[in-house]
């Protein structure tokens, strides 16, 4: 018999994961405590956009192998293995996680797991929550020490959210001893034999690859943005310094892209998190510099404020600011931290009449920020703008011309928030021209 997998929790990770289980030929279950967004997970609507998974869930659910259920009843009783897929906010007034979701999840799972099974957790949790969790699950299961407990972190980018689980850097799974690693070897079979290596290790090591991985992705862009701070203030071109340091091989080119900075659900609450769970570890000292990425990758979007307002003579009283882009980063409609509604609702602070325009996140960031105006289309947008800021870098945005965006605004001033316009360009254009870490 096949494994039968359950998927406890459907936001990005667990709705993109349950898919593509089913698409791999396993037999899944969905699992969420919200009614509304299980029917449209059913009918194939995810409750986010992501590239090709309203395709997917309609594909495999029509195949009949994927199902979605609130009944955690009904999970305990089809599956041989359940992936926990909650989320782990930040804690509001804290740096630390919140692991509500995860607990609650445990305590109600726990007692309805009455045959032998493997627990794995995914979520994004602080190092010796998996131990915890193991000696609970023993206890409160009635099937006891046949429920194993595997944690295996989950790397997966918005955006390619598919393609980075079916075809992943790499699999991460920590276990004790005990049947878990074999189970997971069978659910990833696929994978292990296109070759995806797999670190098989213990649970604290597998808990912190995940948060060690995000802050070094996080560190890697502050460094990068630090530079752009410096560049500011000599003159020169982040741009060109990060394609020159990026050749060496060492440094690479990826995730070295200066700008706004980072946001989203995971990068900034993780690196938090970790420095919260170092201190309680007494390792505090250790993870202090992330202090420092955090607060550079804040002064971005301060900065980017202060280059609006000098473009617009010192005051942003009474100025129509047009924002093109809500989303944290482009092919996501996720508003969760996003830099670009920081800013927005940074120039709104400072008495600017604010409109944004996204091409996917219109409705997300209205309902965050619902006093900002939206505009309906770019035109739109431009149209009177007495200031111009590219905030996500949206290919649309991307291939805006001064000339189209000339005819639409009062006046010709633009910031570039993503470092993806042409200066040259805009300035031939009759543009004020301002760019993060550019001259
Ligand atoms: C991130 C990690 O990249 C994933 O590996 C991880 O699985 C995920 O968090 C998670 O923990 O769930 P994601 O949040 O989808 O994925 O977004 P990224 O593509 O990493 O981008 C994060 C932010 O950094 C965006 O706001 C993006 O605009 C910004 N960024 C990225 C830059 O400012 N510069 C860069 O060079 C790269």
Excluded at 19 to 43: I, N, T, Y
Excluded at 178 to 189: D, F, I, M, N
Excluded at 329 to 343: E, G, Q
Aim: proline content about 5%; aromatic content about 6%; some cysteine.
């Amino acid at each position: 018999m096949p494994l039968r997998l359950t998927v406890i929790g459907t936001g990005y990770l667990g709705a993109v994961h349950a898919a593509c289980m089913a698409d791999l030929g396993f037999e899944v279950l969905g699992v969420d405590r919200d009614q509304s967004r299980v029917e449209a997970l059913a009918r194939g609507e995810a409750p986010f956009f992501e590239p090709g998974l309203n395709e997917l869930l309609a594909r495999t659910g029509a195949t009949g192998r994927l199902r979605f259920t609130t009944s955690l009843e009904e999970a305990a009783e089809f599956g041989d293995v359940h992936f926990i897929c909650v989320g782990t906010p930040q804690l509001p007034g804290s740096h630390a996680a919140d692991l509500g979701q995860v607990y609650a999840t445990i305590d109600a799972l726990g007692p309805l797991l009455t045959r032998p099974c493997l627990v794995v957790g995914k979520s994004t949790v602080p190092v010796g929550t998996a131990v915890t969790i193991a000696e609970k699950l023993v206890h409160v299961a009635p099937a006891g020490a046949g429920v194993e407990l595997a944690w295996n972190p989950e790397f997966l980018r918005e955006g390619f959210a598919i393609e980075d689980t079916v075809h992943p850097d790499r699999l991460v799974i920590g276990v004790q001893a005990g049947s878990a690693e074999a189970t997971l070897r069978e659910v990833y079979a696929a994978l292990l034999s296109d070759g995806v290596p797999i670190v098989v290790t213990d649970y604290a090591t597998a808990e912190l690859v995940k948060v060690s991985a995000n802050a070094f992705l996080a560190t890697k862009i502050s460094f990068i943005n630090a530079m752009a701070e410096v560049c500011e203030a000599s003159g020169a071109d982040v741009t060109v310094l990060a394609q020159a340091i990026g050749y060496d091989e060492r440094i690479g080119h990826r995730f070295l892209r200066a700008g706004l900075g980072f946001g989203g659900g995971c990068l900034p609450k993780d690196i938090r998190a970790f420095m919260a769970r170092a201190d309680e570890l007494g390792a505090g000292d250790a993870v202090a510099f992330l202090n420092e990425v955090d607060a550079i990758n804040l002064r971005r979007r301060a900065r980017t404020v202060d280059m609006a307002r000098e473009l617009c003579g010192g005051s942003l009283q009474g100025v129509t600011a047009a924002c093109l882009g809500a989303a944290f980063k482009p092919n996501s409609d996720d508003v969760r931290d996003s830099p670009a509604l920081s800013v927005a609702a940074a120039l709104q602070e400072e008495g600017a009449t604010v409109r944004v325009y996204d091409p996917k996140a219109m409705g997300p960031a209205a309902r965050q920020f619902p006093d900002l105006l939206y505009a309906e289309s770019v035109d739109e947008a431009l149209a009177a703008a007495d200031v111009v800021l590219l905030l996500t870098e949206w290919d649309e945005f991307a291939q805006l011309t001064p000339e189209r965006a000339g005819a639409l605004v009062t006046q010709r001033r633009i910031v570039d928030g993503r470092n993806v316009l042409n200066p040259a360009q805009w300035r031939d254009g009759g543009f004020a021209f301002r760019a993060l870490g550019r001259p």
